[in-house]
């Protein structure tokens, strides 16, 4: 076991490193490419949890863990950016194009068991079911927002505070005809009203998360919440919520979902408020 660790360890340390040197992370660096590419497939492997505590507390991983997730989203929003742009400027039937995406059956996959989640957690007897959904940070490629107004036949208010991503993703939802269903606000999460709305996402990449939430139990009635998070070994890749903090905060952990082995990285938290009423009580 300690050679996988000690082997996976020093992958990591090779990504970080490269990632930490090169001046170009967008898709157009093969380099760049090609090693996030692995990291992401070894990411998705099952590891025994005595792995991932060895590696998850070994003192380069704790030091650079940080640099290396902020690589990585770099690189992510580039990737984002660029098929953003691509398929805008394509005369091609358009939604065919997104789902040709890479990504596109993995953020199936992810919106599909949140879907299923979110309803078993909406109360019966309320308007919830019929409301927007709010999202958190959509970034320039908003493919979570579109799925789930596809599979649900919802509305949905995409929050993004990063002006190119802004400007990406409302010229793709009008050139896939979608801007009157999901539309894009210019906002931080953490100032938004959420006072109209009570179904809320927060994606994995927003840095912000607990002042999100603040805001949303600040402002929203009775907020159900869906908020991305990473268990396991995929904490390397993406930023875990510390969950011991939630209930201290006043919110209580109704389910989650599991993430596919060999297919999505991220797992999803669904919270609501203590002092609310809920279908499990």
């Not at 660029?82 to 394509?90: G, T």
Request: glycine share 4%; charged share 20%; aromatic share 8%.
């Amino acid at each position: 076991m300690m050679q996988m660790v000690d082997n996976f360890i020093a992958f990591i340390r090779e990504a970080n490193e490269l990632l930490q040197k090169e001046l170009d992370l967008s898709p157009a660096n093969q380099l760049v490419t090609n090693i996030i590419s692995h990291l992401s497939i070894q990411l998705r492997s099952h590891y025994l949890p005595e792995e991932v505590q060895a590696v998850l507390s070994n003192e380069y991983i704790r030091m650079n863990q940080q640099k290396l997730q902020d690589k990585l989203s770099e690189a992510e929003f580039l990737v984002e950016l660029s098929d953003s742009h691509h398929i805008c400027k394509s005369e091609d039937f358009v939604l065919d194009i997104v789902t040709r995406l890479p990504n596109w059956n993995i953020y199936m996959a992810l919106v599909s068991q949140e879907l299923s989640a979110f309803r078993r957690f909406i109360r019966q007897d309320s308007q919830t079911e019929k409301s927007p959904i709010v999202f958190v940070g959509s970034g320039p490629m908003p493919l979570s927002p579109i799925i789930l107004h596809l599979l649900g036949d919802m509305e949905v208010i995409c929050l993004e505070m990063d002006s190119v991503a802004y400007d990406a993703s409302s010229s793709l939802l009008e050139h896939m005809g979608l801007g009157t269903k999901v539309t894009v606000v210019m906002k931080n999460g953490s100032e938004f009203d959420y006072s109209s709305y009570n179904r809320i996402f927060v994606a994995s990449l927003v840095r912000n998360k607990r002042a999100v939430l603040e805001q949303i139990s600040r402002t929203s009635p009775d907020p159900l919440v869906a908020i991305r998070t990473a268990e396991g070994m995929r904490q390397i890749m993406y930023e875990a919520i510390d969950e011991s903090q939630l209930n201290k905060q006043g919110w209580r952990i109704l389910g989650r979902t599991c993430p596919e082995d060999n297919l999505v990285i991220n797992s999803t938290l669904f919270l609501d408020r203590f002092n609310a009423p809920s279908i499990l009580d």
